[in-house]
């Protein structure tokens, strides 16, 4: 009798807790599908080729991958031709060519419908919005030219896109020493008889000069504020900085002699100094400015 007893109390509990891990209550209970994320995401993402969205749970068994956009209610604004195309069970890809590549300085709204439906038949609950920007316009990197004057350089800027002249022209611009802005000239630098043409009115890149000369010996910056606009898209590029830092010429003198002794020895003798160092006659005699 007492075997029996024990034996009944073992059963009880060696089944117990499988009893309430196959609680069908819990078990079958269906988690609705949800988004989770969406790449690309954010601001100044690259204008690549791929979009992917993320959800909860597997979507599609494996098998055929690839989906007709009719069957797919996600709309675009401005519009992309996606080719569909599960990545895997839960990963959806709006997949485009080289020809259909998203386009910098864009905004893109993306508006997922309900209707992607999960084998158990769940779809998501309601609309789902989705905004990204592809990449502004904005300075690449700056190089000194020349000198058009002493007061006056020539700046070569190099943008990341092409760029209009008349968004140049108002969005960049120096600024002398007391603040004070100053407008620009813009031209455009000699171009690769090669390269695909282009309007006069756009480039990649761009000669800056100031409308007038500096003051000598006097420091100035080239400056970049937002409105950059690129020929690609309508966002406008948001940019505020120093673009390059020079120092004008100083006052025009003769300085000095700068030669070498009888001892190879680098020697320079300024304008009214006194000195028993000799220059070498045999070697030649620098005129030092200013």
């Given at each position: ?240 900085r120093s673009l390059i830092e020079i120092n004008t010429f ?41």
């Amino acid at each position: 009798m007492f075997k029996k007893i024990l034996t009944v109390v073992i059963l009880c509990i060696w089944f117990t807790p499988v009893w309430a891990v196959y609680d069908s209550s819990v078990f079958h209970k269906e988690k609705p599908l949800e988004i989770i994320k969406i790449k690309p995401s954010g601001n100044d993402v690259p204008a690549g080729r791929q979009i992917v969205i993320s959800f909860n749970q597997p979507v599609i068994p494996i098998g055929k991958m690839e989906r007709d956009t009719s069957e797919i209610p996600i709309t675009f604004k401005p519009d992309v031709q996606c080719q569909w195309r599960w990545l895997d069970t839960s990963n959806l890809a709006c997949e485009l060519d080289r020809t259909t590549a998203l386009q910098p300085a864009t905004r893109y709204e993306m508006v997922v419908e309900p209707g992607i439906t999960t084998q158990e038949g769940l779809t998501i609950e309601k609309s789902f919005q989705h905004i990204f920007i592809t990449k502004r316009p904005q300075v690449n990197y700056t190089s000194f030219n020349y000198w058009l004057e002493p007061g006056k350089p020539k700046i070569r800027v190099f943008f990341k896109q092409i760029v209009t002249k008349k968004s140049v022209l108002k969005h960049l611009y120096f600024q002398d020493q007391n603040g004070q802005r100053v407008k620009i000239k813009a031209e455009l630098p000699p171009r690769n008889p090669n390269a695909p043409p282009l309007p006069a009115t756009v480039s990649k890149k761009w000669d800056i000069s100031p409308r007038h000369s500096f003051p000598l010996n006097s420091q100035v910056q080239l400056m970049i504020e937002p409105g950059l606009r690129s020929i690609k898209g309508k966002e406008l590029g948001i940019e505020r900085r120093s673009l390059i830092e020079i120092n004008t010429f100083p006052e025009f003198k003769f300085l000095g002699l700068e030669c070498e002794t009888l001892n190879d020895e680098e020697l320079y003798i300024a304008v009214g100094e006194k000195t028993d160092e000799r220059c070498n006659p045999m070697q030649s005699v620098n005129l030092k400015f200013s």
